[in-house]
T-cell receptor, first 110, second 114 residues
Framework: AQKVTQAQTEISVVEKEDVTLDCVYE???????LFWYKQPPSGELVFLIR??????QNEISGRYSWNFQKSTSSFNFTITASQVVDSAVYFC???????FGEGTQLTVNP | GAGVSQSPSNKVTEKGKDVELRCDPI?????LYWYRQRLGQGLEFLIY????????KSGLPSDRFSAERTGESVSTLTIQRTQQEDSAVYLC????????????FGSGTRLTVV
Protein backbone atom coordinates (compact mmCIF):
# COMPACT_ATOMS: atom_id res chain seq x y z
CA ALA A 1 0.00 0.00 0.00
CA GLN A 2 1.09 3.53 -0.64
CA LYS A 3 1.05 6.28 1.92
CA VAL A 4 1.91 9.97 2.01
CA THR A 5 2.43 11.79 5.29
CA GLN A 6 2.43 15.55 5.65
CA ALA A 7 3.08 15.96 9.34
CA GLN A 8 2.51 19.72 9.37
CA THR A 9 -1.21 20.39 9.45
CA GLU A 10 -0.89 24.17 9.60
CA ILE A 11 1.99 26.59 9.21
CA SER A 12 1.81 30.33 9.74
CA VAL A 13 4.61 32.65 8.69
CA VAL A 14 5.16 36.33 8.14
CA GLU A 15 5.68 37.59 4.62
CA LYS A 16 9.24 37.25 3.30
CA GLU A 17 10.03 34.35 5.58
CA ASP A 18 11.21 31.09 4.01
CA VAL A 19 9.04 28.07 4.73
CA THR A 20 9.53 24.34 4.13
CA LEU A 21 6.66 21.91 3.78
CA ASP A 22 7.53 18.32 4.63
CA CYS A 23 6.41 15.21 2.76
CA VAL A 24 7.32 11.62 3.59
CA TYR A 25 6.05 8.72 1.53
CA GLU A 26 5.88 4.94 1.55
CA UNK A 27 5.72 2.74 -1.50
CA UNK A 28 6.88 -0.69 -2.60
CA UNK A 29 7.18 0.42 -6.20
CA UNK A 30 10.71 0.79 -7.53
CA UNK A 31 9.64 3.42 -10.02
CA UNK A 32 7.14 6.06 -9.06
CA UNK A 33 6.20 9.70 -9.38
CA LEU A 34 5.83 12.38 -6.75
CA PHE A 35 3.81 15.56 -7.07
CA TRP A 36 3.04 18.78 -5.28
CA TYR A 37 -0.26 20.56 -5.76
CA LYS A 38 -1.50 23.89 -4.43
CA GLN A 39 -5.15 24.42 -3.50
CA PRO A 40 -5.93 28.12 -2.98
CA PRO A 41 -9.15 29.23 -1.29
CA SER A 42 -10.90 29.06 -4.66
CA GLY A 43 -10.63 25.27 -4.38
CA GLU A 44 -9.04 24.37 -7.68
CA LEU A 45 -5.97 22.15 -7.54
CA VAL A 46 -2.95 23.72 -9.20
CA PHE A 47 -0.11 21.48 -10.35
CA LEU A 48 3.31 22.63 -9.11
CA ILE A 49 5.81 19.88 -9.83
CA ARG A 50 6.25 16.26 -10.85
CA UNK A 51 9.35 14.27 -9.97
CA UNK A 52 10.16 10.69 -11.00
CA UNK A 53 11.91 8.36 -8.60
CA UNK A 54 15.09 7.92 -10.63
CA UNK A 55 15.83 11.62 -10.79
CA UNK A 56 17.06 12.89 -7.45
CA GLN A 57 18.20 16.26 -8.68
CA ASN A 58 16.77 19.08 -6.68
CA GLU A 59 14.76 21.59 -8.61
CA ILE A 60 14.30 25.31 -8.32
CA SER A 61 11.60 27.31 -10.00
CA GLY A 62 11.57 30.95 -9.02
CA ARG A 63 10.83 31.12 -5.31
CA TYR A 64 9.97 27.41 -5.17
CA SER A 65 12.44 24.59 -4.65
CA TRP A 66 12.08 20.89 -4.04
CA ASN A 67 14.40 18.53 -2.21
CA PHE A 68 13.89 14.87 -3.15
CA GLN A 69 15.78 12.34 -1.04
CA LYS A 70 15.04 8.75 -1.92
CA SER A 71 17.12 7.45 0.98
CA THR A 72 14.75 9.04 3.47
CA SER A 73 11.62 8.80 1.27
CA SER A 74 11.10 12.52 1.50
CA PHE A 75 10.09 15.16 -1.01
CA ASN A 76 10.12 18.51 0.74
CA PHE A 77 9.00 21.81 -0.73
CA THR A 78 10.48 25.19 0.16
CA ILE A 79 9.05 28.60 -0.60
CA THR A 80 11.62 31.36 -0.37
CA ALA A 81 10.58 34.89 0.56
CA SER A 82 6.95 33.88 1.04
CA GLN A 83 4.14 36.15 -0.10
CA VAL A 84 0.54 36.51 1.01
CA VAL A 85 -0.58 34.97 -2.30
CA ASP A 86 1.21 31.77 -1.32
CA SER A 87 -1.48 31.16 1.32
CA ALA A 88 -3.15 27.89 0.37
CA VAL A 89 -3.32 24.22 1.20
CA TYR A 90 -0.41 22.31 -0.29
CA PHE A 91 -0.70 18.62 -1.09
CA CYS A 92 2.03 16.10 -1.73
CA UNK A 93 0.97 13.09 -3.81
CA UNK A 94 2.48 9.80 -4.91
CA UNK A 95 2.13 7.32 -7.70
CA UNK A 96 0.13 6.79 -10.84
CA UNK A 97 -3.15 6.71 -8.93
CA UNK A 98 -2.25 9.78 -6.89
CA UNK A 99 -2.28 8.92 -3.22
CA PHE A 100 -2.51 12.28 -1.48
CA GLY A 101 -1.26 13.44 1.87
CA GLU A 102 -3.66 15.26 4.17
CA GLY A 103 -2.28 18.62 3.13
CA THR A 104 -0.56 21.51 4.88
CA GLN A 105 -2.45 24.76 5.34
CA LEU A 106 0.03 27.57 4.79
CA THR A 107 -0.92 31.05 5.93
CA VAL A 108 1.37 33.93 5.03
CA ASN A 109 0.61 37.03 7.05
CA PRO A 110 1.51 40.52 5.86
CA GLY B 1 -12.10 21.76 -24.22
CA ALA B 2 -9.21 23.64 -22.67
CA GLY B 3 -9.63 22.12 -19.24
CA VAL B 4 -11.50 19.50 -17.26
CA SER B 5 -15.11 20.53 -16.88
CA GLN B 6 -17.35 19.33 -14.08
CA SER B 7 -21.05 19.86 -13.60
CA PRO B 8 -22.91 20.87 -11.64
CA SER B 9 -20.55 23.05 -9.66
CA ASN B 10 -22.87 22.82 -6.65
CA LYS B 11 -25.55 20.31 -5.78
CA VAL B 12 -27.82 20.22 -2.78
CA THR B 13 -29.87 17.08 -2.41
CA GLU B 14 -32.09 15.46 0.16
CA LYS B 15 -30.92 12.43 2.04
CA GLY B 16 -31.96 9.28 0.24
CA LYS B 17 -32.03 10.78 -3.24
CA ASP B 18 -29.74 9.73 -6.08
CA VAL B 19 -27.30 12.18 -7.67
CA GLU B 20 -25.25 12.17 -10.87
CA LEU B 21 -22.06 14.14 -11.24
CA ARG B 22 -20.51 14.74 -14.63
CA CYS B 23 -16.93 15.12 -15.78
CA ASP B 24 -15.75 16.20 -19.23
CA PRO B 25 -12.04 15.42 -19.52
CA ILE B 26 -9.56 17.18 -21.74
CA UNK B 27 -9.90 15.92 -25.29
CA UNK B 28 -7.41 13.15 -25.97
CA UNK B 29 -6.83 12.30 -22.33
CA UNK B 30 -7.18 8.56 -21.95
CA UNK B 31 -7.06 8.45 -18.17
CA LEU B 32 -9.75 9.80 -15.87
CA TYR B 33 -9.90 9.82 -12.10
CA TRP B 34 -12.52 10.67 -9.48
CA TYR B 35 -11.58 11.86 -6.02
CA ARG B 36 -13.56 12.95 -2.98
CA GLN B 37 -12.46 15.73 -0.67
CA ARG B 38 -14.29 16.16 2.59
CA LEU B 39 -14.09 19.54 4.28
CA GLY B 40 -10.60 20.24 5.58
CA GLN B 41 -9.26 16.90 4.46
CA GLY B 42 -7.07 15.48 1.73
CA LEU B 43 -8.19 13.88 -1.49
CA GLU B 44 -9.54 10.36 -1.37
CA PHE B 45 -9.21 8.22 -4.50
CA LEU B 46 -12.49 6.77 -5.75
CA ILE B 47 -12.11 5.30 -9.24
CA TYR B 48 -9.76 5.33 -12.23
CA UNK B 49 -10.49 4.77 -15.93
CA UNK B 50 -7.76 4.10 -18.47
CA UNK B 51 -8.83 3.78 -22.08
CA UNK B 52 -10.86 0.64 -22.64
CA UNK B 53 -9.36 -1.25 -19.71
CA UNK B 54 -11.50 -2.35 -16.80
CA UNK B 55 -11.73 0.53 -14.32
CA UNK B 56 -9.97 0.45 -10.97
CA LYS B 57 -12.90 0.73 -8.57
CA SER B 58 -10.93 -0.05 -5.45
CA GLY B 59 -11.56 3.36 -3.87
CA LEU B 60 -15.34 3.36 -4.05
CA PRO B 61 -16.53 3.52 -0.42
CA SER B 62 -19.72 1.50 -0.84
CA ASP B 63 -21.97 -0.10 -3.43
CA ARG B 64 -24.02 3.10 -3.45
CA PHE B 65 -21.23 4.63 -5.53
CA SER B 66 -20.73 3.80 -9.19
CA ALA B 67 -19.13 5.45 -12.18
CA GLU B 68 -19.29 5.02 -15.92
CA ARG B 69 -17.20 6.26 -18.78
CA THR B 70 -17.86 5.78 -22.46
CA GLY B 71 -14.61 5.35 -24.32
CA GLU B 72 -12.35 8.30 -23.66
CA SER B 73 -15.09 10.82 -23.16
CA VAL B 74 -17.49 11.93 -20.48
CA SER B 75 -17.71 10.19 -17.14
CA THR B 76 -20.57 10.20 -14.66
CA LEU B 77 -20.28 9.42 -10.97
CA THR B 78 -23.55 8.25 -9.45
CA ILE B 79 -24.32 8.15 -5.76
CA GLN B 80 -27.49 6.30 -4.84
CA ARG B 81 -29.51 6.85 -1.67
CA THR B 82 -27.28 9.71 -0.58
CA GLN B 83 -26.27 10.04 3.04
CA GLN B 84 -25.06 13.10 4.92
CA GLU B 85 -21.54 11.67 5.06
CA ASP B 86 -21.47 11.85 1.25
CA SER B 87 -21.29 15.63 1.52
CA ALA B 88 -17.96 16.63 0.00
CA VAL B 89 -16.33 18.11 -3.07
CA TYR B 90 -16.01 15.55 -5.83
CA LEU B 91 -13.03 16.22 -8.06
CA CYS B 92 -12.30 14.80 -11.47
CA UNK B 93 -8.87 14.72 -13.11
CA UNK B 94 -7.67 13.59 -16.50
CA UNK B 95 -4.30 12.67 -17.91
CA UNK B 96 -2.78 11.65 -21.21
CA UNK B 97 -2.33 8.21 -19.74
CA UNK B 98 0.76 7.83 -17.68
CA UNK B 99 1.68 9.66 -14.50
CA UNK B 100 4.59 11.18 -16.38
CA UNK B 101 2.21 13.46 -18.24
CA UNK B 102 0.70 14.89 -15.08
CA UNK B 103 -2.92 15.41 -14.21
CA UNK B 104 -5.33 18.26 -14.74
CA PHE B 105 -8.09 18.68 -12.19
CA GLY B 106 -11.52 20.15 -12.67
CA SER B 107 -13.03 22.68 -10.28
CA GLY B 108 -15.11 20.02 -8.59
CA THR B 109 -18.74 19.52 -7.66
CA ARG B 110 -19.65 20.52 -4.14
CA LEU B 111 -22.29 18.07 -2.95
CA THR B 112 -24.35 18.86 0.12
CA VAL B 113 -26.76 16.25 1.45
CA VAL B 114 -29.40 17.69 3.77
Amino acid sequence: AQKVTQAQTEISVVEKEDVTLDCVYETRDTTYYLFWYKQPPSGELVFLIRRNSFDEQNEISGRYSWNFQKSTSSFNFTITASQVVDSAVYFCALGSRLTFGEGTQLTVNP
Amino acid sequence: GAGVSQSPSNKVTEKGKDVELRCDPISGHTALYWYRQRLGQGLEFLIYFQGNSAPDKSGLPSDRFSAERTGESVSTLTIQRTQQEDSAVYLCASSQGQAFYGYTFGSGTRLTVV
